[in-house]
C-alpha cells in the first residue's frame, strides 16, 4: 500500500520535472533525503502512468516543454524585449562589427540599429535580416545555413564555418532558458553548438533574456559559455536570481521598458 508520504513525493517530482523541464536520481535523492533506489521506483511509477518520460539519469514531464515558434514568441514579454533591446543598441558603437543571434529578441535589437550608420552586422536569424534589409547604412553579413522553421534562425556546419571566418566586436545572444552555472539552454544541439561558438568569436558577448527565462532549464541541450559575458535583463528579474548570477561572476544589467539600468 502507497504511503501519503510516497504519494506526496511524487507529486512533488512531477511538479519539479514539469516546472524545470529535468528531474535527475541524484537531485531527487538528496531532496527527499531516501535512496537513489526508491526514486528510480517512484520514477518508473510516474513513468508507467504516463506523468514522466524516462531519460538518461532522469525524467522529464512529457511535452512539459514544447518549443514555441517564432509566431508565438513575438508577443511574450513584448515591452521587456524592447527594453533590453534599447539598452543593447546603446552599447554599439559606430563602426564596430556586431553579432545577431536568432529570435524575437534579436529582431526588436535590430530594430533599434535602423538609424544606426557606418555598422556591420552579422546575424543567423531572418528576424534581424527582415529588419535590416533596407537600411543602406548598416553593411550586413547572413552567415548562411539550415533553416530552422520554428525559430526563423539559421544552424549547422555552413554558420560554423562562417563564423570562423569572422570575428565580432559585440556578439548578443538569445536563448530559451539561462543558468547561472549552465550557460544558455536551448531545444537542440546544433543551437548550443552554434551560440558557443559565437562567444568564442566576439570581445564582448551579452545575453539577452527577459526575467521569466532566468534559471529556467525547458531543455537538454547546454551552451557553456567560455568566458567572462553580460547577461541582460528586465526589471522584473528577482534580486536572489540576479544574486546567484553575480555570485558566478556574470555581470547582470536590469532595465526597465525604456531601456534604462535600474538598481
Wanted: proline share 3%; aromatic share 4%; charged share 25%.
Amino acid at each position: 500500500m502507497t504511503s501519503s508520504k510516497s504519494r506526496a513525493r511524487r507529486e512533488e517530482i512531477v511538479r519539479r520535472a514539469t516546472t524545470t523541464g529535468l528531474t535527475t536520481v541524484e537531485e531527487l535523492a538528496e531532496t527527499f533525503q531516501v535512496t537513489a533506489s526508491t526514486i528510480r521506483r517512484d520514477l518508473a511509477m510516474l513513468t508507467s502512468q504516463g506523468r514522466l518520460t524516462r531519460t538518461f539519469g532522469g525524467a522529464i514531464a512529457p511535452n512539459a516543454h514544447p518549443e514555441a515558434s517564432l509566431r508565438q514568441r513575438i508577443g511574450e514579454a513584448f515591452e521587456a524585449k524592447r527594453g533590453i533591446a534599447r539598452w543593447a543598441a546603446s552599447q554599439i558603437r559606430p563602426g564596430e562589427t556586431v553579432l545577431l543571434d536568432a529570435g524575437s529578441t534579436m529582431g526588436a535589437l535590430a530594430h533599434e540599429l535602423r538609424s544606426a550608420s557606418a555598422l556591420t552586422v552579422a546575424t543567423t536569424g531572418l528576424t534581424a535580416l527582415n529588419e535590416l534589409a533596407d537600411v543602406d547604412a548598416v553593411h550586413v553579413e547572413c552567415l548562411g545555413g539550415t533553416l530552422r522553421h520554428l525559430s526563423h534562425g539559421l544552424v549547422g556546419p555552413l554558420a560554423e564555418a562562417a563564423l570562423e571566418k569572422l570575428t565580432f566586436d559585440r556578439a548578443f545572444l538569445g536563448a530559451d532558458g539561462v543558468s547561472p552555472d549552465g550557460g544558455i539552454c536551448e531545444a537542440d544541439l546544433q543551437q548550443t553548438r552554434l551560440k558557443e561558438l559565437m562567444a568564442r568569436r566576439a570581445e564582448h558577448v551579452y545575453v539577452l533574456a527577459h526575467a521569466a527565462k532566468l534559471i529556467r532549464q525547458p531543455f537538454h541541450a547546454w551552451a557553456r559559455l567560455p568566458r567572462k559575458w553580460t547577461l541582460v535583463t528586465d526589471h522584473e528579474a528577482d534580486s536572489s536570481v540576479i544574486a546567484a548570477f553575480t555570485a558566478n561572476g556574470i555581470e547582470v544589467v536590469a532595465v526597465n521598458h525604456e531601456g534604462q539600468r535600474v538598481g
